[in-house]
Every structure is written in C-alpha cells, then in structure tokens.
C-alpha cells in the first residue's frame, strides 16, 4: 500500500504491518506553525486510532524557541501544563524524507484544546464556507534564504556574517539553479515523495534565495502541505550541512520573505469557479468583488496572524516589494491584493501581504474568515462590515522622531522607527459600488497616505529564533 492510499484507520494499520514497522512518526502543529511530534511505537499508534492519545499542552503555550508566553490563558503555570487529547488524521499518512519505509501521519487537538489549535480553527472556518455553498481552494508560495551554515556554525557567529549559498541578487537564474541542480533536484524529489507538490522553483532575487510555488488544492489540505514544506525544506537543508530560513527578514540589507497565497472559491452543487463570470469585466464575478472587500476591510484586524512576529513588521518598509497598504489591483504586484483575471480554473486572488513565517494554518484561516463574513452579510452588494466596531483607534500622524505626519521614507539599509510600521493601524473604506468599475480607496494601515485605485481594464497590474529554527 502506498502510503496516500490511506484513508482510514483500517488503513493506517494496514500499511503498518505491510511495511513490518515498530514504530511511526506522529507530529501536530502549534501556534507558530512548528511541527511538534515522536516516534509512536506500534502498539502505541494502534491504540491512538481507536481512542486517541494525549500530548502535553505546553506546546500551545510557547513560542518557536520553547519560551513560554507570558500572557497565556489556556494553559501555563496557572493550569500545571497538563496534557490534551489528541487524534491522529488517517488520510494525512506520507512517507518520509531519507527514512525507508517510515511514515508520518498528522495529528491534531481534540476537547477543550481544540479551540486553539490552529488547524482545527481552520477546519471550523472552511466548515461555514461549506454551509453557504462553497469549497476553497489554495496554493502557497515561499521565498527562502539558504545558508552556507549549520545550526552549529551560526550560533558561533553569534548569528551574524551568515554566508548564504550564492551571492549578489540574481533572480530567475538559469545559471545558479543549474549550478545548484542537485540542490534544486532534491527539493523535487522531496516535494514529490511527501506529497506537497511543487509547480514551480528558481532562484529569486537577493544571495541565496529561492521561491517555491506549491501546487493548488483544497485549502485545508493546502495548509498541511505548506506547513509540510516548510518543515521537510529545513531538514533537508540540515542533512547537507546547510540551513534553510523563512524569516520574514533576516537582514535589513535585502528585502524580506513572503508567503503569498493564491485564493478562489467554487461552487459546490455546480462545481464552477465561484470567482469566473465571463460576461462581468475582467471575469470577476459579484462573490469575487464581495469576496476581495472583505479581504481589504479586515486586513488590519488581522494583521497579526499573517505578521506574527516583531521580525515580520522589519518587512513592511516601502520599496522592498512587500505591501504597505490594504490595497487592491489587477496583476498589480505592488498591492496587498492582485487580481487575476483568468478562466474557470485561474480566476483567483492573491494575498501578497503575507509573510513566510506566519503559522501556515493560521495564515490560510486568516484569508477565508473575512471574505466568507462579507459574504455572509452580503449577497447583492458591497456594504459596511459591523466589524467596524473593531478598527483600531490609532493616531494618524506620525511618531517617528520628526513628528512629521507622513508616512515615514526610510534608506534600505534602515528600519523605520517603531511607532510607524508597528503600532499604527487606521481605519480602511472598503470599495463602494457594484457596477463594472469599482473604485477601490484606502488610507493606509502602516502610514498615514491615501491611496486610490481604479479598477479598470487598463490598471496595472528574535533573530536566532526563527533563523535555527
């Protein structure tokens, strides 16, 4: 038996014993999109498919270097840190990197711990979009750093002078991946033997960097596959001495990491793109417009779970290619959300805000809430979300040094104060009217400017902890 033949517990036994196994491997995610997990004996396994097992809840109250929160409510020292049921996902069986024969099989929080994990909460968001008749869809796309470095040599350079695998910027380079061909060929293999395939991979630009597109697919099983990459891409880089980084800004020198995710809806009864309409201009349907203002009303409120980080805000400067506006365009790769127009099976969105070290899981959760509640208080028209009674009341001007009211410009080689690209989050206008052109005005979440844009068929388109992580 293959190991994604496996459906179900019958299964997952099944494929235990053909292969005479001792043990499995079993992980879950926390919080941050680490995967935590062990070796299962047998017996052990065979046990937890029937009735479950637990595991100890501390790992959703602490951060990617194991330092606990100081703020958490569902666990901590006030609880003693017990352990929390867990059930262990047949259908999620994969065969894994370099160990012959071995599987891997996910898990996730049952009971009270299954309000905050994260996958679960995901799950109950696509359950809604389900019950106003829809399937999501999905597909991931990072920007990593490798190093020339192990775990061990970058902690003896105190994190610093990191030598990546290639130097200067050099992106699409048909040199360095044919250069690299083995490097490449092996993130292939990988992606292909654990069932998280690749579209796409070059190099992209900045020294050691490359970008993987994964392929599309429904969009729970698009956040376990990137949560997967991620993972299996860091033991890869380790097994041959070097390491790989989804930081979302590792240095202030070159621009940051993004983990841009594509987004279309479909149709359950018709099995049709909820997002195509070929006779509305640039194929964009009412659900799609519907669908992109939630996406751009709520993008400050969650903010915080596609930027989880302090490191994730060192890349939100302007003219580093990330967004720092709830913007919208079409194939406008300068705005938070591009449009692109396409056919039946293209027609989609993308969310370029994103960063690569948002928790995968929260990530894809954090894109569908939003647009499914704007959908769901609107069928025919763009309205105002009652979730403005949220936005936060922030000052409008600026509190960089020189007080001078405007968004901050800042060199590339320099963060931006604090209080601009942190603290600061104004309120946005979501775009009014449902004719063919939709005006689409915003005052920007990071600073303090107006942006406009209309859509129109001529627009254009700490260091050490996530490092070693």
């Known amino acids: 038996m293959e190991a994604r033949e496996v459906k179900t517990v019958a299964d997952a036994k099944k494929i235990v014993e053909e292969r005479k196994l001792s043990h499995v491997k079993v992980g879950l995610f926390d919080n941050d999109g680490v995967m935590r997990g062990k070796y299962m004996s047998k017996e052990k396994f065979f046990s937890s498919l029937d009735g479950g097992f637990a595991f100890c809840d501390v790992v959703l109250g602490w951060d990617v ?9 569902y666990t901590g020292w006030h609880t003693g840190y017990p352990d929390a049921p867990v059930r262990i ?3 999620t069986c994969r065969d894994v990197l370099d160990e012959d024969g071995m599987v891997l099989f996910i898990a996730e929080f049952t009971g009270d711990a299954e309000a905050v994990c994260p996958r679960a909460t995901l799950r109950r968001v696509l359950e809604k979009a389900e019950a106003m008749g829809f399937d999501a869809y999905a597909a991931l796309e990072y920007e990593f ?38 490097l490449y060929k092996a993130i292939l293999a990988m992606s292909e033997a654990m069932d998280f395939p690749i579209e796409g991979i070059h190099s992209e630009t900045g020294p050691g960097v490359i970008e993987a597109a994964l392929a599309v697919d429904s969009a729970k099983n698009a956040a376990d596959k990137a949560a997967l990459f991620k993972t299996y891409m860091k033991v890869l880089a380790q097994k041959n001495d ?15 990491q993004s983990g841009h995710i594509h987004l279309s809806l479909r149709d359950r009864n018709s099995g049709k793109s909820a997002f195509y309409d070929p006779d509305a201009e640039l194929n964009m349907s009412d659900i799609q417009r519907h669908f992109l203002a939630g996406q751009q009303r709520l993008m400050p409120q969650f903010l915080c779970m596609i930027a989880p980080t302090v490191n994730s805000y060192t890349r939100m400067i302007p003219g580093f290619w990330a ?4 913007t919208w365009g079409v194939e406008n790769r300068t705005t938070s959300l591009r449009v692109i127009p396409g056919s039946d099976k293209s027609q989609r969105i993308e969310y370029r805000l994103g960063a690569a070290d948002a928790n995968l899981i929260w990530h894809s959760q954090q894109r569908w809430l939003p647009a499914f509640m704007a959908l769901s208080k609107n069928s025919n028209r763009l309205t105002r979300l009652w979730v403005t009674l949220m936005t936060w009341n922030t ?14 410009r800042h060199s590339n080689t ?46 254009h388109g700490t260091f050490s902890n996530n490092l070693a992580g």
């Open 65 to 73: 270097k194991d330092q606990l929160y100081d703020n958490a409510k």
């Open 89 to 91: 996902l047949p259908d």
């Open 145 to 182: 750093f490798i190093f020339d470095e192990t775990p061990h040599s970058a902690r003896e350079k105190g994190f610093r002078n990191m030598k990546t695998i290639t130097p200067d910027w050099f992106g699409y380079s048909m040199i360095r991946n044919s250069t690299y061909s083995g």
């Open 242 to 256: 070097m390491m790989a980084t989804f930081m979302a800004k590792w240095t202030n020198d070159y621009p940051g």
């Open 323 to 326: 967004p720092t506006d709830a």
């Open 395 to 408: 000052p409008r001007n600026c509190n960089c040094p020189a007080h001078c009211g405007k968004p901050p």
């Open 414 to 459: 320099q963060m931006p104060p604090k209080p601009c690209w942190v603290r600061r989050l104004s309120s946005i206008l979501l775009p009014r009217g449902s004719g063919k052109s939709v005006n689409s005005v915003n005052t920007s979440p990071i600073g303090n400017s107006t942006v406009t844009s209309k859509l129109s068929r001529t627009e």
